[in-house]
């Protein structure tokens, strides 16, 4: 039992190492940041690179991994990326750290190889004897470990608690304005923020690749485990989280001693004990306080009034093209959809792609519903696609239903399973609905994916097209129709009396209910509809592909899906459609026209389209949409006797914002003319 406990420990403390640097960098800078598994692969794979592939010493290549290039990489994301985010919504942080998460793991590859590693050296030399604790082996690494949680609990809470530096760090949360009339440097400290955070990050990777493997998915795995013991300390109280990440490890480590060994109920047990500390502790919290919500760096009133007027304050673009401007684009482009399947219809391959992008258009538009018009980042929508298509071939296989019909029955299931996530988080907070949904993602993947029913053996379940839509052509035109059914059923939700509950309920919950409007109601009808488009999508790439895996709907690949319809805009539905088409497209132009190792750069391309979400909320359609608009008015003829005076031309004018009048300033004559408002 001692070795179990011992063992369990060690993992514990990668844990808590982990969720230390997720807490400090929510404390703060206010972002819980999603791509923390990321930059521990990227630091854990340079040490390899350095001590495997090199020869390094262990402990030079460690030294300079820690102490160089760890604080290095998160000085150049704070530069790049994390500065940007500073008075941002919580969506848009989010959105932004899925990003760089996305794109941080293929340029590291592109770097240094794509070979996978399912084992790699610790910080200790292999030829290290044990030691002996109580007549039980502790091996080097897991002495290295326990020092490092030593030094992090001990420097850490000093540090925030009791030096000047924590105070200047706690200060710039509460108010950066503030910070810096007091002579602090908000920059410097975030900077030193960033830096020991990627310290964190390279500590964690190098210490858990040893048993997890140096692979995005062991990083990952990492992270999301992290995120239990975070929200058990509801995401600020460093003691809290690092010891729930213990217990965690401990448990993981005990409950295998009672466990049949090689079993896969075994296999599906493990990973799911942190997700289990997170239901546990939402459950608690829920029940004493009656809602959970974060606390974001929104600052004081000095750093609301020195923000820039257009700041970003949500997540999701707040307007979209409408009237005949609308009318005319949406029937250009369903035009050139159309031509889309004709234009390849002489290449097998090509056209193959073109069927594939626009099932990915149909399922994309489950992010278009849930996070443009719902504003919530649900992190399980993948979960929904797969629900619908292994829900899609049992009943086809099962009960011998046509597949077009056991879509829509799929579709029904996933709708249930959206609603009853609604309702159970409606009283949590975006940051907590985002890990919640996670975890239920993690969950059914591990726990339902993983069913002999579905893997069968690892093939899947096979799944054909209907009779009328074998070829890759009639499919492409089956899937576009179904595509276009559904684009108009959310333009005509927007602009119903339910779409401007929707709206008012994004903008702001509480003055929603203070009108007498139901968010319940809004958000249950939103994780419904989301999740039933995701499920009829999830149909259609499993008759796309002639059969439902279970491994095709892995919960983190939905993160680099909802990266790609982010860049293209998360509100519009023309964004879906190219989303799709490109996640399908843009692989198959590299793969077919580059040299092989460049085929993970269309994952980087949408990981920094998510990253441009800091600066472009509303995504690259709406933001070239306006760019064109600008355009076209800028080359209409201007009316006769402008907003001048008579006789002087009308010159661009500055709006001097002011309490009951509107004052005009024209370059022409350096003069102010005001107006009353009316």
């Known amino acids: 039992m001692l070795q179990y406990i011992l063992s369990g420990l060690a993992l514990g403390a990668i844990y808590a190492i982990a969720s230390s640097s997720l807490v400090v960098t929510f404390v703060s800078a206010g972002i819980l940041n999603f791509a923390f598994g990321s930059m521990a692969y990227v630091i854990a794979r340079i040490y390899y690179w350095l001590n495997s592939q090199q020869g390094w010493p262990t402990d030079v290549a460690g030294a300079v991994s820690l102490l160089v290039v760890a ?113 602090s440097n908000p920059s410097r400290v975030a900077l030193g923020v960033w830096a020991m955070s990627a310290m964190l990050a390279g500590v964690a990777g190098i210490l858990v690749a040893p048993t997890n493997g140096l692979t995005t998915t062991g990083m990952t795995e990492l992270m999301a485990a992290a995120f239990a013991a975070v929200v058990a300390a509801r995401l600020r109280s460093l003691p809290g989280a690092i010891a729930v990440s213990l217990a965690m490890g401990v448990v993981t480590d005990v409950i295998q001693k009672y466990l049949p060994a090689n079993s896969s109920f075994t296999a599906a047990i493990i990973p799911s004990i942190p997700f289990g500390f997170i239901l546990v502790f939402l459950i608690i919290y829920l029940v004493r306080s009656g809602s959970l919500r974060e606390s974001g760096d929104e600052g004081g009133p000095l750093d609301a009034a020195i923000r820039p007027a257009n700041a970003d304050g949500g997540g999701a673009a707040r307007a979209a093209v409408g009237g005949r401007q609308g009318a005319v684009t949406g029937v250009v482009f369903v035009a050139l959809l159309a031509l889309l399947p004709l234009l390849f219809h002489g290449s097998g391959y090509w056209l193959g792609l073109v069927a594939l992008g626009v099932s990915y258009a149909i399922t994309f538009l489950t992010f278009t519903l849930v996070t443009g018009e719902g504003g919530m980042l649900w992190l399980s929508q993948i979960i929904f696609a797969g629900v619908g298509a292994l829900a899609t071939a049992q009943f086809v296989v099962e009960l011998h239903v046509p597949v077009l019909v056991a879509v829509v029955l799929a579709g029904v299931v996933a709708a249930a399973a959206g609603a009853i996530i609604g309702v159970l988080t409606i009283r949590l907070g975006d940051l907590y609905v985002a890990l919640v949904t996670l975890t239920f993602g993690l969950l059914v993947e591990t726990l339902v994916f993983t069913m002999s029913r579905f893997l069968q053996g690892g093939v899947g379940v096979p799944v054909n097209r209907p009779s009328f839509a074998t070829s890759d052509m009639t499919f492409s035109y089956l899937g576009i129709g179904v595509f276009l059914v559904l684009a108009l059923l959310i333009v005509n939700l927007r602009r119903s009396t339910s779409g401007m509950a929707l709206r008012a309920v994004r903008d702001s919950e509480s003055a929603s209910r203070t009108i007498g409007l139901s968010v319940l109601q809004v958000k249950v009808i939103t994780g419904a509809l989301a999740a039933f488009v995701a499920a009829v999508g999830g149909g259609f790439l499993a008759m796309d592909a002639g059969v439902a895996q279970p491994q095709s709907y892995a919960t983190f690949l939905g993160l680099i899906w909802l990266a790609v319809v982010v860049t293209l805009g998360a509100r519009s539905i023309i964004g879906a459609a190219l989303a799709g088409l490109s996640f399908s497209l843009l ?52 009316p006769r006797g402008g907003a001048g005076q008579a006789g002087q031309p009308a010159g661009p004018a500055v709006v001097v914002e002011h309490p009951g009048a509107e004052s005009l300033y024209h370059p022409t004559n350096s003069t102010v003319t005001t107006k009353a408002l009316p």
Do not use: C
């Open 587 to 638: 692989p198959g132009v590299f793969s077919t026209y580059l040299p092989t190792r460049w085929a993970e750069v269309p994952s980087i391309l949408f990981g920094l389209g998510a990253i441009s979400v800091a600066r472009n909320p509303e995504g690259a359609v709406a933001q070239n949409a306006a760019q064109i608009r600008a355009l076209l008015s800028r080359r209409r003829p201007r």
């Open 71 to 183: 604080p290095l990489v998160g000085i150049l994301l704070y530069f790049l990326l994390f500065r940007f985010l500073s008075g941002k919504s919580t969506l848009v942080k989010m959105v932004a750290t899925i990003g760089l998460s996305v794109a941080l793991p293929p340029v590291t590859d592109l770097v240094f190889g794509t070979q996978t590693i399912t084992s790699a050296p610790g910080l200790a030399s292999l030829s290290d004897p044990p030691y002996h604790f109580l007549g039980t082996p502790v091996t080097t690494n897991q002495v290295i470990t326990y020092g490092f949680l030593l030094f992090v609990l001990v420097a850490g809470t000093g540090i925030l608690r009791f030096t000047d530096v924590g105070l200047r760090v706690r200060a710039m949360v509460d108010s950066e304005a503030m910070a810096s009339l007091s002579g």
